[in-house]
T-cell receptor
Framework: DSGVTQTPKHLITATGQRVTLRCSPRSGDLSVYWYQQSLDQGLQFLIQ???????AKGNILERFSAQQFPDLHSELNLSSLELGDSALYFCASSVEARSNTGELFFGEGSRLTVL | DAKTTQPNSMESNEEEPVHLPCNHSTISGTDYIHWYRQLPSQGPEYVIHGLTSNVNNRMASLAIAEDRKSSTLILHRATLRDAAVYYCILNSGGYQKVTFGIGTKLQVIP
């Protein structure tokens, strides 16, 4: 158990819809990262938050947005969903905002299926 | 950013050692070499990391070439539970700059 909690574990929705994925980081971790993993693809970094502030953006579509709340949980909002958005979405947390030696702790992921 | 190259897949017999290679010929002096693994239906988990010297922990050993252009993750005695995708990544400025590739899918044969 990594200590990172993601909900929901599975989500099936239709094209054009909007969904929200939720992540609670490990206790004490201030940094939250979101990743997308499509079938047989590596992990694509989407966005990072640190202590409520956006810290870095990766390959995140304009239809996607995220935020981190004062209690440090984070939400990833995906709108105008397309078939190609079907993927596993992982949240990870770490203590620091920027570390080359620290560990990332990953949740078990949210599997999104867009029909 | 420096990239890594790994074989797409490898096989190992149970209870035998496994050597998972990673090439990173464009590594910079500040890049730490990290290994993560992703078990089926789970998120990735940290395995080990190092800079220049070989490293050991309870999960694995990391052997780093003298020129740092390659490294090898060593599982001393593979178990069925070690069947996973293993990612070799380089980190010098934080995970927001890290590229997780496709990794090496390790199959452990009973």
């Amino acid at each position: 158990d990594s200590g990172v909690t993601q909900t929901p574990k599975h989500l099936i929705t239709a094209t054009g819809q909007r969904v929200t994925l939720r992540c609670s980081p490990r206790s004490g971790d201030l940094s939250v990262y979101w990743y997308q993993q499509s079938l047989d693809q590596g992990l694509q970094f989407l966005i990072q938050y640190y202590n409520g502030e956006e810290r870095a953006k990766g390959n995140i579509l304009e239809r996607f947005s995220a935020q981190q709340f004062p209690d440090l949980h984070s939400e990833l909002n995906l709108s105008s969903l397309e078939l190609g958005d079907s993927a596993l979405y992982f949240c990870a947390s770490s203590v620091e905002a920027r570390s080359n030696t620290g560990e990332l702790f990953f949740g078990e992921g949210s599997r999104l299926t867009v029909l | 950013d420096a990239k890594t190259t790994q074989p797409n897949s490898m096989e190992s017999n149970e209870e035998e050692p496994v050597h998972l290679p990673c090439n990173h010929s464009t590594i910079s002096g500040t890049d730490y070499i990290h290994w993560y693994r992703q078990l089926p239906s789970q998120g990735p988990e940290y395995v080990i990391h190092g800079l220049t010297s070989n490293v050991n922990n309870r999960m694995a050993s990391l052997a780093i070439a003298e020129d740092r252009k390659s490294s090898t993750l060593i599982l001393h005695r593979a178990t069925l539970r070690d069947a996973a995708v293993y990612y070799c990544i380089l980190n010098s400025g934080g995970y927001q700059k890290v590229t997780f590739g496709i990794g090496t899918k390790l199959q452990v044969i009973p």
